[in-house]
């Protein structure tokens, strides 16, 4: 696994992201779409297509979940990008990293999160493609290898769409 810990990988990442020119740009239906589709295959409380830039999450879409994005510090999605492909927290209350999470502890009380990473074209981690739920899940390998379906069409919109030179 890349060092994703160093400063100078997170600072290429960040690099990379920026390049890509997507923060702050408007909801896109394809992905959207995608984001909707996967919602209901899980019958989850939100999808998200999540970005982790500097300092915050942000979100390219979304469906379930409103309001602002959350800080880095406190995303489940920070914690997705430093794995190999994927995040599965079945229950995230008795999880250590994120039982005293604002986000499990409040609004939206996460309690079960999946989310499977994104890359650029030169490999970085960006983001996720991930499910969310108000209750404890377990999660199959057939679902995740269906996230992963769902978070390579959204990777393939994300890196055709948008410009990634570095």
Not at 113 to 129: C, M, N
Request: hydrophobic residues 40%; proline residues 5%.
């Amino acid at each position: 696994m890349t060092n994703v810990h160093s400063l100078e990988y997170e600072q290429a990442r960040i690099r990379a992201l920026k390049n890509m020119n997507i923060l702050d740009t408007e909801q896109d239906q394809e992905l959207d779409a995608i984001t909707l589709e996967a919602q209901h295959y899980f019958n989850s409380k939100a999808c998200l297509i999540s970005l982790i830039a500097e300092d915050r999450q942000w979100f390219k879409s979304r469906q379930g979940i409103e309001g602002p994005e959350p800080p880095k510090s406190v995303s489940f999605c920070t914690y997705a990008i430093a794995e190999e492909e994927y995040l599965v927290v079945p229950d995230a209350t008795l999880d250590e990293r994120f039982c005293n999470n604002p986000l499990v502890t409040g609004p939206p009380f996460i309690r079960a999160y999946a989310g499977s990473i994104l890359h650029t074209g030169q490999g970085y981690e960006v983001g996720t493609f991930c499910i969310i739920f108000d209750q404890p899940r377990e999660f199959t390998k057939e679902d995740i290898a269906v996230l992963q379906r769902f978070g390579a069409a959204a990777e393939k919109l994300l890196f055709n769409g948008y410009h990634t030179a570095l």
